[in-house]
């Protein structure tokens, strides 16, 4: 029943008159309060209601999303064909357009898809086709089966058995084609055929030199490319409980330091919170941000194979917890404690300016 309540909302406008009258609602610009920011506040609040959005993409063409928020994470979501997790990876990067939430009384529903997991894939896969922006193959571009062996098997990525599978049945099919026929979100067929071609298991021509926006506003819609590989710098900031609020300003001193304004930045005390920052044209600072408990263990263990630092923040009084995961970071990782948001702005600013491509 629900999920035909997310495919009736997916149809329909955001506009004054098609919300109920006895139901309270917020709406907005999403250029105000991006998707990803949205999702992870109403999460955060523990909302439960239907939140619908609207927007355009890079061609002009309008589209819609929806989805259904319990206490404990989505119970559906729709864009387009589109539902669930390819839905919510498909509209989460939404910065343009406008969004009605419209409150429903609290209820529970334990098999609610994990909302913060799908956040965090979402990270992951924009980060992913982010350092690939220079080599994937024109979206328009015809693809076909590449004669060399895999060395490396990638059937564990979503989507790489389908497209391998569409492109037999029909060599020349472009990933505008994949697109329109698979059931998965461009970023994830983005992905997909990137590793495919690195692999050789398919050829396709790349995409003509182009000028950076600097913006990663539609990065899900439109995959980005440019002339040379973005540098990505990915960082986990590991705090304390209670030293939640060290952290948060450790964040908007950062995002101060880089120039980098973003309309919103959320921060989530209690779970993961993320943040994309974009000081240069072809530099990317890819931040995950998370307090130390056993809970968001998992994700930290998940997150240590990709990290260029993890930073460590409490005021001083350290539980076995924090302690456990600093034995996690392995010598290849650089890492550091810190009691102050100063000496841990300056460490990190630090670890910035020792790569490549991310001089401050």
């Given at each position: 029943?629900?999920?035909?309540?997310?495919?009736?909302?997916?149809?329909?406008?955001?506009?004054?008159?098609?919300?109920?009258?006895?139901?309270?609602?917020?709406?907005?610009?999403?250029?105000?309060?991006?998707?990803?920011?949205?999702?992870?506040?109403?999460?955060?609040?523990?909302?439960?209601?239907?939140?619908?959005?609207?927007?355009?993409?890079?061609?002009?063409?309008?589209?819609?999303?929806?989805?259904?928020m319990t206490a404990e994470g989505l119970v559906d979501a729709s864009c387009g064909s589109l539902q669930a997790?390819?839905?919510?990876?498909?509209?989460?990067?939404?910065?343009?357009?406008?969004?009605?939430?419209?409150?429903?009384?609290?209820?529970?529903?334990?098999?609610?898809?994990?909302?913060?997991?799908?956040?965090?894939?979402?990270?992951?896969?924009?980060?992913?086709?982010?350092?690939?922006?220079?080599?994937?193959?024109?979206?328009?571009?015809?693809?076909?089966?590449?004669?060399?062996?895999?060395?490396?098997?990638?059937?564990?990525?979503?989507?790489?058995?389908?497209?391998?599978?569409?492109?037999?049945?029909?060599?020349?099919?472009?990933?505008?084609?994949?697109?329109?026929?698979?059931?998965?979100a461009p970023v994830t067929l983005g992905f997909a055929v990137a590793r495919l071609c690195e692999e050789g298991?398919?050829?396709?021509?790349?995409?003509?030199?182009?000028?950076?926006?600097?913006?990663?506003?539609?990065?899900?819609?439109?995959?980005?490319?440019?002339?040379?590989?973005?540098?990505?710098?990915?960082?986990?900031?590991?705090?304390?409980?209670?030293?939640?609020?060290?952290?948060?300003?450790?964040?908007?001193?950062?995002?101060?330091?880089?120039?980098?304004?973003?309309?919103?930045?959320?921060?989530?005390?209690?779970?993961?919170?993320?943040?994309r920052l974009r000081p240069e044209k072809d530099t990317l600072v890819s931040i995950t941000a998370l307090p130390?408990?056993?809970?968001?263990?998992?994700?930290?263990?998940?997150?240590?194979?990709?990290?260029?630092?993890?930073?460590?923040?409490?005021?001083?009084?350290?539980?076995?917890?924090?302690?456990?995961?600093?034995?996690?970071?392995?010598?290849?990782?650089?890492?550091?404690?810190?009691?102050?948001?100063?000496?841990?702005?300056?460490?990190?600013?630090?670890?910035?300016?020792?790569?490549?491509?991310?001089?401050?």
């Amino acid at each position: 029943m629900i999920a035909n309540q997310v495919q009736q909302l997916a149809t329909g406008a955001v506009g004054a008159n098609s919300r109920s009258e006895d139901s309270p609602s917020v709406r907005g610009d999403l250029a105000c309060l991006s998707a990803f920011e949205l999702l992870q506040s109403m999460h955060y609040l523990r909302k439960c209601g239907t939140l619908r959005l609207e927007t355009r993409d890079p061609s002009g063409r309008h589209r819609d999303a929806a989805c259904v928020m319990t206490a404990e994470g989505l119970v559906d979501a729709s864009c387009g064909s589109l539902q669930a997790r390819e839905a919510v990876l498909t509209f989460a990067w939404w910065k343009e357009g406008q969004f009605v939430f419209e409150s429903l009384p609290y209820y529970s529903v334990p098999d609610a898809i994990p909302l913060q997991e799908m956040l965090l894939d979402a990270v992951r896969l924009a980060d992913e086709l982010e350092v690939r922006d220079g080599t994937i193959p024109e979206r328009t571009a015809p693809l076909k089966i590449g004669a060399q062996q895999a060395l490396v098997d990638l059937d564990h990525i979503a989507a790489v058995t389908q497209i391998v599978k569409f492109l037999s049945a029909n060599p020349g099919a472009t990933r505008r084609d994949l697109e329109q026929h698979l059931p998965f979100a461009p970023v994830t067929l983005g992905f997909a055929v990137a590793r495919l071609c690195e692999e050789g298991r398919v050829q396709g021509s790349l995409a003509e030199p182009q000028q950076a926006s600097g913006s990663d506003s539609q990065v899900v819609e439109q995959i980005p490319q440019t002339a040379t590989r973005t540098s990505i710098f990915r960082l986990s900031l590991a705090f304390e409980p209670a030293s939640s609020e060290l952290a948060s300003e450790l964040i908007s001193e950062l995002r101060r330091k880089m120039n980098c304004h973003q309309s919103s930045s959320f921060f989530d005390p209690f779970g993961l919170s993320f943040l994309r920052l974009r000081p240069e044209k072809d530099t990317l600072v890819s931040i995950t941000a998370l307090p130390v408990t056993f809970r968001n263990r998992f994700v930290f263990e998940s997150l240590l194979p990709s990290l260029q630092l993890a930073v460590f923040i409490s005021d001083g009084r350290l539980s076995a917890e924090l302690d456990e995961w600093q034995g996690l970071v392995a010598p290849a990782t650089d890492s550091f404690s810190a009691e102050t948001t100063s000496s841990a702005l300056d460490g990190v600013l630090k670890a910035l300016r020792s790569r490549e491509g991310l001089e401050q």
